[in-house]
């Protein structure tokens, strides 16, 4: 069975600064599909980045990147420029490819603070 | 456009007491639907998942069930709350195949008294 691990329950960043959340995740399948989610406290979850698992090249969105290791089966975030707004929790996820099974889940999540 | 409804958006039960939350969508056909409980504080759990109608896959030994009845409605249920069932309530749609992302409704917070 497939599994997402964020071993950091909660982060802080300062206003402007650059920070990275990890995420790491166990599956046996070679096609898949890697997505954060940002949960503010209106707790509405919010895509904030993909990734296909075929395409080497890391996804980037605005401020948003990660760093696709699929050897490692690591997946991490990086939020530039941090803003006030980026303060949420945060969600790592995995989605089987397709056809009789489309699980996504999600990891535990982490909190993330940016400081003024 | 494609939306999703669910409700109700609070719901306070008794111990004991039955359940029903009822998630819909609109715009699409033949989606993924999901269903996910969230503890204060905590990530989210999958606690069921289907792919079309009357194909419903459980996650999670528990004390509620899902079913659906029609291609856009997934139906979250319990005959008997306990506890431990209080909770957030997400219900999601993706699409059925590719990298498109998961759609989420607003939620329901259930607090089981």
């Known amino acids: 069975a497939q599994t997402v691990t964020q071993s950091q329950p909660e982060m802080s960043v300062q206003e402007a600064e650059t920070v990275t959340l990890s995420c790491t995740y166990d599956t046996s399948e070679s096609d898949y599909y890697l997505f954060w989610y940002k949960q503010p406290p209106s707790r509405q979850m919010i895509l904030v980045i993909r990734?296909?698992?075929?395409?080497?090249q890391n996804a980037t969105e605005n401020r948003f990147s990660v760093n696709f290791q699929k050897a490692a089966k690591s997946f991490s975030l990086k939020i530039s420029d941090s803003q006030l707004g980026d303060a949420a929790m945060y969600f790592c996820a995995y989605r089987t490819y397709g056809g009789a099974t489309n699980k996504l889940i999600f990891g535990t999540g982490t909190l993330l603070a940016v400081q003024p | 456009s494609q939306t999703i409804h669910q409700w109700p958006a609070t719901l306070v039960q008794p111990v004991g007491s039955p359940l029903s939350l009822e998630c819909t969508v609109e715009?699409?056909?033949?989606?993924?639907l999901y269903w996910y409980r969230q503890a204060a504080g905590r990530g989210l759990q999958l606690l069921f998942y289907?792919?079309?109608?009357?194909?419903i896959s459980s996650e999670v030994p528990q004390n509620l069930s899902a079913s659906r009845p029609q291609d856009r409605q997934f139906i979250l249920s319990s005959k008997k709350l306990l506890l431990s069932d209080s909770g957030f309530y997400l219900c999601?749609?993706?699409?059925?195949?590719?990298?498109?992302?998961?759609?989420f409704g607003q939620g329901t917070r259930l607090t089981v008294v």
């Open positions: 715009g699409t056909s033949n989606p993924n």
């Open positions: 289907s792919v079309g109608i009357g194909q």
């Open positions: 990734q296909e698992a075929y395409k080497q």
């Open positions: 999601a749609w993706s699409v059925y195949t590719g990298n498109t992302e998961a759609f």
